[in-house]
């Protein structure tokens, strides 16, 4: 018996199961994986995720880890015509790691704050309480927990809400291609965010002498991409990549009763602005201060509102960046009429750029 279940230990989970143990609840995680595991992500964090790490006690342990150091973002249109915009060189800014390392150090930390972790554990089904006395009950193959609280901490094909009827129809509109190479000689600490002719590519130093690749594009031009990068890269034909879709789905609203939905669960962000991580893990640390209230006698009706507001808040004022970012993307030759107007404008690059990364 729990104070909460949390579905999913990618840094929205693992964020919102360490600040509930944190704070004294009975906290479990179950995820699918057994960690350390690698996922399709371009590696980057936010200069946003500082404040999160320093409340967990993990910026000092996340910094000795392997990673890049990001002096600037690189953006190259179809025509081979490059801009550069200088990052913010403080101790907070942005850096690039693998998702391996980073989400394997938010779950240990969950669970050396007192959070019961099971890995490899699929969570198939769920039966919601018929009533506020009632709790959840939640299957993960054999196995069954109960918990009063549930939290979707399971990504952008969320099983829970999947199983709760709340998940949307995706938009399978594009895909991604993800992998880590040998980094080029000279590479240079920069993020390098290239439209090219059948989608984009990001590109990004992780440390350790490897490079995080990724590939977005619509399905029927994929194929093309995977040439470029190959050639571009000397990838062999039968390399294998990870691949993720999709890209863009309606947002879930992400406060119910006795449910709370964090991270790409509840709403995913265009993965060009790098900013899915530093999401999870304050959407993370908003539900659990919202389950922490509530254990403390604050009625759930009254919770969840405030959760779903907090959580619009956090959002607020990101949708404008996601269209252009989404619009840039889809079309590269958009993409590339915007870098060519930045370049007589260098102040609406600068602009666009800090509004991403501070
Ligand atoms: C191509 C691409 C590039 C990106 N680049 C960046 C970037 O550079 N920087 C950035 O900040 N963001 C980036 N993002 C976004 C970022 O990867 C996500 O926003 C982030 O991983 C969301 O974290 P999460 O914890 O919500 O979900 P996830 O990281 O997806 O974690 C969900 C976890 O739930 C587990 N799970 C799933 N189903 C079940 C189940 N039924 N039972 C138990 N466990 C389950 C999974 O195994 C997984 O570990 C990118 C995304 C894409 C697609």
Request: charged share 20%; proline share 6%.
């Amino acid at each position: 018996m729990f104070d909460v279940a949390i579905v999913g230990g990618g840094p929205a989970g693992s964020s919102c199961a360490a600040f509930c143990a944190k704070a004294g609840l009975r906290t479990l995680l179950l995820e699918r994986e057994n960690f350390p595991r690698e996922k399709v992500c371009g590696d980057c964090l936010n200069p946003g995720c500082w404040p999160v790490l320093h409340r967990l006690a993990l910026a000092e342990r996340v910094r000795a880890l392997p990673h890049g150091v990001l002096n600037r973002v690189e953006f190259i249109g179809i025509n081979g015509r490059t801009l550069a915009v200088e990052l913010p060189a403080t101790e907070d800014a942005e850096i690039a790691l693998k998702r391996n390392l980073f989400d394997q150090l938010l779950l240990a930390r969950a669970r050396e704050l007192g959070a019961t972790v099971c890995e490899a554990t699929t969570v198939t089904a769920l039966s919601p309480p018929g009533n506020a006395k009632e709790n959840w009950m939640i299957t993960a193959g054999d196995k069954t927990f109960e918990s009063r609280t549930l939290v979707a901490a399971d990504g952008r094909n969320s099983t829970v809400a999947r199983l709760c009827g709340l998940l949307p129809r995706s938009e399978k509109e594009r895909i991604a291609l993800q992998t880590h190479l040998p980094l080029p000689e000279g590479f240079g600490d920069r993020i390098v965010l290239q439209f090219l002719p059948d989608g984009y590519s990001g590109q990004a130093p992780v440390g350790g002498g490897e490079l995080n690749l990724c590939l977005v594009s619509v399905p029927r031009k994929m194929a093309a991409l995977r040439n470029w990068a190959e050639a571009r890269f000397g990838i062999s034909p039968d390399h294998a990549w990870r691949t993720i879709t999709p890209l863009t789905r309606a947002p879930i609203s992400a406060g119910h009763d006795s449910l709370f939905l964090v991270g790409d669960a509840a709403r995913v962000v265009e993965p060009f602005t790098g900013e899915g991580i530093y999401y999870a893990l304050a959407s993370g640390e908003l539900a659990a201060a919202a389950i922490v209230s509530q254990s403390g006698g604050r009625s759930a009706d009254e919770v969840s509102a405030a959760y779903s507001a907090a959580h619009e808040k956090l959002y607020r004022g990101r949708l404008w960046i996601n269209r252009l970012a989404r619009a840039a993307v889809l079309s590269p030759h958009i993409g590339s009429a915007i870098l060519g107007m930045a370049r007589f404008q260098p102040a609406l690059l600068r602009f666009l750029t800090s509004k991403i990364v501070g």
